[in-house]
């Protein structure tokens, strides 16, 4: 599919991607913050779980759940986000750039 320039025809154009990029950054502090309570339910699982084993247990269990925890969440976070933003930016920004004029525009879609 050809796509032009809509201000001064050139076909040097290319995608910014911009919503994916700012959505995923923000998806991921969202989901840091999501990981921090999953992080503490995490610890005090963990916790529980390894007071079977006695003192050790217990930490090393905690900082495994407080781990798991947050990882699971930043990257469940960033992903929505990221998914979130692609959305944004073929539905609603401007997320073609020409190269030449600088013109910032979207392809109006076909459907
Ligand atoms: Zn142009």
């Given at each position: 599919m050809a796509t032009e320039?809509?201000?001064?025809?050139?076909?040097?154009i290319r995608f910014r991607h911009q919503g994916r990029k700012v959505c995923g950054s923000v998806g991921i502090a969202a989901g840091s913050a999501g990981g921090a309570a999953g992080a503490w339910s995490g610890s005090q699982a963990g916790a529980m779980a390894g007071a079977f084993a006695g003192p050790v247990g217990i930490t090393v269990g905690g900082l495994a759940g407080a781990v798991f925890g947050a990882l699971a969440g930043g990257a469940a976070g960033g992903v929505t986000g990221a998914r979130f933003g692609s959305e944004l930016d073929e539905r609603?920004?401007?997320?073609l750039e020409c190269q030449d004029c600088g013109h910032t525009f979207r392809i109006r879609s076909a459907q």
């Open positions: 320039c809509s201000k001064c025809g050139s076909v040097k609603v920004l401007d997320n």
